[in-house]
């Protein structure tokens, strides 16, 4: 990360500064649209959205890119150990881990309610299990944790110095529901709404490759559950 986004945003320690400059990293890399979008941002404003993609894509690795051999029960052991980790460290504002490292002092710095972490963390769980949903409230519940609540996590962040977010948050679920029932309107053979393809995390991109064919490198450096 350049050292004027860093200075713009008044972040100085220089471990929190290697812990953001390890979340653009895989942000430039890994979330290439997203990451030149977050360029036209205020310098200070960037190193906080590239700690936000950087945990979303933590745990979106855990889901779909782990070993090829872990079954869904595998991958949600460790995906609740080191959501259950991320938590405790968000409590304790103490994490040995990079990535979370920088998103816990975005979380302090934006005053980002905890509940939005485990409302993502629970819909990534979920994404292991569920293969529909039997009603619009129940399918609702899992797109506001994968996708609304990333949202809600940059209202703050995004908002004009001085501002409130005011109505902006209550609107910013909305725009990940409006395909919903288009879609479950061109299927009428279903007798209930099925699953979506999960929403990825900001910026990240889906292969063809099915999941758990490949280690990703992303997987790979995360040092609590390699």
């Known amino acids: 990360m350049s050292a004027r986004e860093l200075d713009a945003a008044g972040i100085l320690d220089p471990d929190l500064r290697?812990?953001?400059?390890?979340c653009r990293r895989l942000?430039?890399?890994h979330g290439k649209t997203y990451f030149l979008a977050t360029l036209l941002l205020p310098p200070a404003k960037r190193p906080y959205v590239h700690a936000l993609y950087g945990f979303a894509r933590y745990a979106d690795e855990i889901v779909d890119n782990m070993d090829t051999d872990a079954t869904p029960a595998q991958r949600a052991a460790v995906l609740s150990d080191w959501g259950n980790q991320f938590l405790a460290s968000l409590d304790s504002g103490v994490s040995n881990d990079p990535v979370c490292r920088a998103v816990l002092h975005t979380a302090a710095t934006w005053s980002i309610p905890r509940e939005h972490f485990e409302a993502f963390l629970h819909s990534m769980a979920m994404d292991l299990d569920v293969t529909h949903y039997d009603t619009y409230e129940a399918l609702y519940e899992y797109v506001y944790g994968s996708a609304a609540v990333i949202g809600?996590?940059?209202?703050p962040i995004l908002a004009p110095a001085g501002s409130?977010?005011?109505p902006a948050a209550r609107w910013a679920a909305a725009p990940t529901m409006w395909p919903i029932p288009v879609g479950v309107a061109l299927t009428p053979s279903r007798s209930t709404p099925t699953r979506p393809r999960r929403a990825a995390a900001p910026g990240s991109s889906r292969s063809a490759t099915p999941p758990g064919r490949r280690r990703s490198r992303v997987f790979s450096?995360?040092?609590s559950i390699r």
């Open 18 to 22: 290697a812990a953001y400059d390890e």
């Open 221 to 223: 450096t995360i040092p």
């Open 27 to 29: 942000n430039a890399e």
């Open 152 to 155: 809600l996590q940059m209202v």
């Open 164 to 166: 409130t977010p005011g």
